[in-house]
């Protein structure tokens, strides 16, 4: 199925099943060479097919500038057939390898060749290397006619270089050549990753200290005979550094304590091996601490600028909102919202207990209040019932302007604004506006609205439900007479219990006294009269 699909495609033509698979094999053959496995080897160099003698002369400067003959009619119209390319690691210790590229090319050798030239040229870092090689002329000619394979691996090449190579014959026959274009693979390919010293970043492990504010940090897998680099920083589009730390020598020991002043999320600790151009490692331990971006809220009370910095990326829309008293929901101010800003400011803010700032990212919505702490509010709006009418009154400690607005409650935390009943300008200390509202306006979903207009951003004092506080405020009026008589009620209750407890319990108290009494009395009169019949005996 894979091969008829294939055929398919090439000029929308149908073509022979033959023709197909090998069209497979070629694709197949192509997708396997473009993604080598690369090769080990502990010593580079030359290497001809067996049996033929070959001998080396490398060069370090371009030779294509040589002129080149026409070919003599005898050379076969193919006698370069193929040149691969590899990838070729030399390591002298592990995790301490050097890359090489490796070009094998095949030709049919013919009485008119005497060698080839292998050149490599780096299109990255304009490098040009060169190796000639020579056959021998002893066991030259039973070669002749047969394909020859010619290999060498010493070309020098670096990671993510775009290298170009070319085989040609000796002597320079024109349009005889072959030519391979190459990239080298980087650190993320697996053998090239774990074996060249740039790649190896090292694994680092880190313990939290919240009462000393440090973090300790231990190193791992690095490579050996090298000093690494640890250092805390805030990542950005590069990590940028703190200025806190350490050197870690081969001799050391691989564990470092690195103290932080402030937790957030793009805080970092970054380890690498001291090689330029060393690959690095990060880890933020404190990644998910996103609340911490914002509380970074500053307010110049002369200018009246409310301003907001990033201290870490991220994608946030920034706006202010103003707080409603029934409930903690923040409905938005218009034309304060902000995206994609490395800082926010916003000038002529009123700072009111209630402004906020509000923060939406992809994970969700924050607000912050600045001025709910330490901050009085520097006016007012309140508003009475008088006579059926209402009487709405600013208070101010300043010099403000003001306006008010008339809307319609469509939803619990949206109103529509209907029309404008007031504008007061230059106000100072309060101002009183009396208003005669229809029924209509009166209905409990209507608002009324009132709000500093001599700054840009200022919080909203709403009314809702009019009627109903109206009431309120009515039973709360003749309550006011019903209170105290229920109080004095109360204390006379409690003043007569008191009372009779009283009585009952100096009552009981006196009983046992009187009893006493009379049984001394008694005993007087006994005593008198025992008395009395004695005396006449006495008198004998």
């Not at 402030?262 to 880890?283: K, M, N, T, Y």
């Not at 009085?376 to 600013?394: I, V």
Request: hydrophobic letters at 35%.
């Amino acid at each position: 199925m894979i091969h008829i699909l294939i055929c398919q495609v090439a000029k929308g033509r149908m073509c022979t099943k033959s023709v197909c698979l090998r069209s497979l094999l070629i694709i197949l053959s192509s997708f396997i060479s473009c993604c080598p496995a690369v090769e080990n080897t502990t010593k580079c160099g030359l290497r001809c097919s067996q049996g033929l003698q070959c001998i080396n002369k490398n060069l370090t400067f371009n030779v294509q500038h040589r002129y080149c003959r026409e070919p003599p009619s005898s050379l076969p119209s193919k006698v370069l057939e193929d040149l691969k390319i590899f990838t070729v690691l030399k390591c002298r210790k592990e995790r301490q390898c050097s890359i090489h590229l490796k070009a094998k090319g095949t030709l049919i050798l013919n009485e008119h060749i005497r060698g080839v030239e292998m050149c490599s040229f780096s299109m990255t870092t304009l490098r040009y290397q060169c190796v000639i090689v020579k056959f021998n002329k002893h066991g030259y000619k039973k070669f002749i006619g047969h394909p020859v394979q010619i290999e060498y691996d010493c070309f020098n090449a670096e990671m993510e270089e775009y290298t170009q190579v070319t085989l040609r014959t000796i002597p320079y026959y024109c349009d005889v050549f072959i030519k391979q274009e190459y990239e080298v693979g980087d650190c993320t390919d697996k053998d090239i990753g774990k074996s060249i010293s740039t790649c190896i970043a090292g694994k680092l492990d880190y313990v939290i200290d919240e009462k000393q504010k440090s973090l300790s940090v231990q190193v791992s897998e690095i490579v050996e005979d090298l000093a690494y680099h640890v250092r805390l920083c805030h990542k950005w589009f590069i990590c940028e550094d703190l200025g806190t730390s350490a050197l870690i020598k081969v001799q050391d020991s691989k564990e470092v304590t690195l103290p932080y002043s402030r937790i957030l999320p793009c805080l970092c600790i970054e380890g690498w091996s001291a090689l330029p151009d060393a690959r690095r490692v990060q880890l933020c331990p404190f990644k998910n601490y996103t609340a911490e971006l914002w509380n970074g809220i500053t307010y110049d009370h002369v200018s009246q600028e409310l301003a907001w910095e990033q201290v870490c990326p991220m994608e946030v829309s920034v706006n202010l909102c103003w707080m409603i008293r029934s409930s903690d929901h923040c409905i938005d101010l218009q034309n304060s919202f902000h995206k994609r800003q490395h800082k926010v400011r916003y000038s002529r803010v009123d700072p009111h207990p209630r402004l906020c700032v509000k923060f939406t990212t992809s994970e969700g919505v924050w607000v912050r209040c600045p001025f709910s702490f330490g901050y009085s509010p520097a006016w007012n709006m309140t508003f009475d019932e008088q006579y059926s009418k209402l009487q709405f009154t600013f208070k101010t400690l300043n010099k403000a302007d003001f306006k008010m607005a008339l809307c319609n409650r469509t939803a619990p935390h949206e109103c529509d604004p209907l029309k404008e009943l007031q504008v007061t300008a230059n106000t100072v200390g309060a101002y009183t506006r009396v208003f005669n509202l229809s029924q209509e306006e009166y209905d409990s979903n209507f608002c009324i609205q009132g709000w500093r207009t001599d700054v840009e951003y200022s919080v909203r004092i709403q009314f809702c439900d009019i009627m109903w506080i109206t009431e309120l405020k009515a039973t709360g009026t003749s309550s006011t007479y019903t209170w105290p008589v229920a109080i004095i009620m109360i204390l006379v209750i409690l003043l007569t219990v008191i009372l009779v407890a009283g009585y009952m319990v100096c009552r009981a108290l006196h009983r046992p006294y009187r009893k006493v009494a009379q049984h001394s009395s008694q005993s007087s009169k006994r005593m008198s009269v025992d008395t009395q019949e004695v005396s006449p005996l006495s008198s004998f």
